[in-house]
């Protein structure tokens, strides 16, 4: 499980369509969407990298900031689960985004736990209340005048 961390991590931050990465047991079978520049990080103060598409089977009842533009996104099959790695952008604040999380995650079939919060930042891990081996975690923070939303999530493929 730690190795698929590591391999969504990579991917995130590497931002390649590459079908092969290091690391990878031969069983996975990667999608990444990332920015046409190639990088998850914003371009300059206040300006939003470009949209990407959703990765494929992405549970649908998930929250999405209303205000954010996904901006990377990976999913990955490998060792009976599914894991997804994502970054939304928004110029909105830390605090509406993590006012907009607490809530949403802790209706319907999910809870939160926030972790760490601070001035312009904050974790939290999420699960689903009906399954707990869907779990991830969220992180938001600022930088440069564009807030990103970090989701990793990963559940039983099947």
Not at 11 to 38: E, M, N, W
Not at 111 to 123: E, R
Not at 127 to 132: F, L
């Amino acid at each position: 499980m730690a190795r698929l961390w590591i391999v969504l991590l990579v991917a995130l931050l590497v931002g390649s369509g590459c079908s092969h990465l290091p690391g990878g047991s031969a069983k996975a079978s990667p999608s990444v969407s990332a920015s046409p520049t190639g990088t998850p990080l914003a371009k300059a103060s206040g300006q939003l990298d470009a949209e990407v598409p959703m990765p494929p089977s992405f549970p649908a009842d998930v929250p999405i900031y209303t205000h954010a533009r996904l901006t990377a996104g990976a999913s990955f099959t490998s060792t009976g689960q599914m894991a997804w790695g994502m970054e939304w952008e928004t110029l909105d604040s830390v605090d509406k985004v993590q006012a907009f999380y607490t809530t949403k995650f802790a209706q319907g079939d999910w809870t939160i736990k926030v972790s760490a919060s601070s001035n312009g930042a904050f974790a939290a891990t999420v699960s689903r209340k009906s399954n707990s081996h869907v779990e991830g975690s969220l992180a938001v923070v600022s930088d440069n005048g564009v807030t990103k939303i970090l989701l990793s999530l990963v559940s039983p493929s099947g």
